[in-house]
């Protein structure tokens, strides 16, 4: 008797460390690369990394040029956000002048995470999706 009591505690215990692990996992779900990533790279990052203002030598238009990277090499480790500087320059602080975007405003918490996942899936990228610069901008300057 005293061991059944034990065991629906034990139970109860449980539940929410399972509770907890499923909320970790949901930072690993499948990213989409044109729903999710692309209207972050797209809003935040292409005005300065595209073939009329190619900063750094980096231009994120297609996935061949993303891929080749900028002038310190490929920017892009697949499988390895944490060896990817497209991913570490938006954990810079902004002191520090390679920190990305360069503007007060880092991304938010939510889209760093998006492009981390991505990193970690692979980063799929489906062929001939192609990277547009913000319309603001292109007016703006046209
Ligand atoms: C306002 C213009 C601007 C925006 C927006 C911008 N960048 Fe940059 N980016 C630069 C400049 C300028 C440099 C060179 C910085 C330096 O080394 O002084 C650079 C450098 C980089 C580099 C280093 C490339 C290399 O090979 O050394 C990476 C990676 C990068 N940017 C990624 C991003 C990402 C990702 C975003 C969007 C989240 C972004 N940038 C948004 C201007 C910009």
């Not at 360069?102 to 998006?114: F, G, M, N, S």
């Amino acid at each position: 008797m005293k061991q059944k009591w034990l065991l629906t505690l034990g139970a109860a215990a449980l539940l929410p460390a399972c509770v907890i692990l499923d909320v970790t996992q949901l930072s690993n779900e499948p990213v989409d690369f044109v729903a999710d990533v692309k209207p972050v790279l797209e809003s935040r990052c292409l005005e300065c990394h595209h073939s009329r203002y190619v900063f750094a030598g980096l231009n994120l238009e297609t996935k061949k040029l993303a891929m080749k990277g900028g002038r310190s090499g490929p920017v892009i480790v697949p499988e390895a956000p944490h060896q990817s500087l497209l991913y570490k320059v938006l954990l810079l602080g902004h002191e520090n002048p390679v920190a990305m975007p360069p503007t007060p405003e880092r991304l938010e918490r939510e889209q760093e995470q998006i492009i981390h996942d991505w990193i970690k899936q692979g980063a799929p990228w489906p062929e001939g999706v192609r990277l547009v610069p913000p319309q603001d901008w292109t007016k703006s300057r046209s």
